[in-house]
């Protein structure tokens, strides 16, 4: 049985075709920079090498359409007949308050679904587009739709909860929904595997730290607190993301800069999530390899926003360290979780106080693999594990279609 896993983000087309019974990648790729003048495709499967071409690409549904047409080719593809694709899952990025839980795509869904264009319009169209183009080139073949905040939704509401006037939630359902909800549940479940329990035994705490960055308090396998909120800008220092910062600010950049007025709400929108976090600190670059680097050659302002980022991640394990009462274990996970040492050390240094403590030899480790870096003497089991969203959702999809 093989499972195609789609993601659609704004302006990028994801996929993978899984075969179900080995969990094996048989093909995978992406189109990026679609509606731009050249996009981006970059393809390979378990018989070909990697292969970039400059495609022109208007919309969601030409990205889709040449995706499913190379998997079927004749010569490159690794699909004979439709039938051989049991299920399509689909990353959604919202599922507001009515999707608490992954489902099969029905005319109901999809008008649920554009109810929550407003409050993720970057994402939960193009999520949609790909929904209908997947109907139009694979007819007959269900789709599953796997949400981002699906995992967290069983935050208390003490936590999810907005000290702002109620008449905002009721009407307009202003609340933390969090992120990342799949990458979350991938790593926590590794993780009972690798303490050789039940998540239902243990206290967690999840650190994904990659372009976006968030943290959950994971209690009994149930979310109880994450870091992003009512959309992903809440939370940690991100690559361009601000994170958090005293919303009073924004009424007064408006009142510094009144000719940003007329178009205030895009103003803020590009200052917050593309030209803050790593890159408005440091005026440098979004991306951690280079903030490492500069911060080695002695560059006074990537070494701030290094130290901004980092100390802003160890509060947050602080803080969820005291809503659990304690942590069997605390994952590092994403781009930089998983590949940077000093970002790691740095966040984890003097945290012996909560029983953290990580060895310096295994956490400079160079390894794709699951892997414990805390110390012999640490308390709390200190790990990382490489995330991987796209075969969770092909099982999620799995199970939404057959249990
Ligand atoms: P993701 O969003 O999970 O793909 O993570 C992307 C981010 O991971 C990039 O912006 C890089 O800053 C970061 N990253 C990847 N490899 C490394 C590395 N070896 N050291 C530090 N950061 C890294």
Redo the contacts with the bound molecule.
């Keep these: 049985m093989k499972i195609l896993v789609v993601n659609c983000g704004s302006s990028s087309v994801k996929y993978t075709l899984f075969e179900m019974a080995s969990e094996k990648r048989i093909a995978w790729g992406v189109i990026e920079c679609i509606g731009l003048l050249e996009s981006h495709y970059k393809r390979q499967n378990i018989n070909t090498h990697e292969q970039k071409d400059c495609v022109k690409v208007a919309d969601h549904k030409e990205a889709i359409e040449i995706i499913i047409k190379d998997l079927f080719d004749k010569k490159i593809g690794v699909v004979v007949d439709a039938s051989e694709i049991a299920v399509v899952g689909h990353r959604v990025a919202h599922g507001g308050i009515k999707f608490l839980k992954s489902v099969l795509v029905t005319e109901k869904v999809k008008k649920d679904l554009k109810e929550y264009f407003a409050i993720a319009p970057l994402h939960n169209p193009a999520n949609y587009a790909g929904i209908l183009a997947i109907e139009k080139m694979l007819p007959g073949i269900p789709s599953v739709l796997v949400f981002d905040t699906a995992f967290h939704q069983t935050m208390p509401d003490y936590a999810y909860m907005y000290a702002i006037p109620y008449e905002y939630y009721e009407k307009d359902h202003i609340r933390k929904y969090g992120f990342h909800g799949t990458s979350h549940n991938y790593v926590s479940q590794r993780a009972a595997a690798m303490f050789r329990k039940s998540t239902d035994e243990l206290k967690l705490i999840t650190v994904h730290l990659?372009?976006?960055s968030s943290i959950a308090a994971i209690e009994r396998g149930k979310v109880v607190d994450t870091s992003m909120g009512f959309t992903p800008l809440q939370g940690v220092v991100m690559?361009t993301r601000c994170g958090d910062i005293d919303p009073a600010i924004v009424p007064y950049i408006l009142s510094t800069y009144p000719q940003q007025y007329k178009n205030s709400s895009e103003f803020l929108n590009t200052l917050m999530n593309k030209k803050s976090g790593l890159l408005g600190i440091s005026g440098l670059s979004?991306?951690?390899?280079i903030?490492?680097k500069a911060v080695e050659s002695g560059n006074k302002r990537a070494k701030l926003a290094f130290e901004v980022l980092c100390y802003s991640v160890k509060k947050y394990i602080s803080a969820y360290y005291g809503v659990l009462n304690g942590i069997d274990g605390l994952i590092f996970t994403?781009?930089?979780g998983e590949?940077?040492p000093l970002?790691r050390g740095r966040i984890c240094a003097n945290l012996h106080a909560l029983g953290i403590e990580v060895s310096l030899k295994k956490n400079n480790v160079k390894s794709r693999k699951e892997r414990l870096i805390s110390s012999s003497k640490s308390k709390v089991k200190v790990m990382v594990i490489p995330?991987d969203e796209e075969l969770m959702i092909a099982r999620e999809s799995k199970i939404c279609m057959y249990e």
Excluded: K, L, P, Q
């Design positions: 990659g372009n976006g690559g979004a991306d951690m390899r903030i490492v994403a781009g930089i590949n940077s970002v995330t």
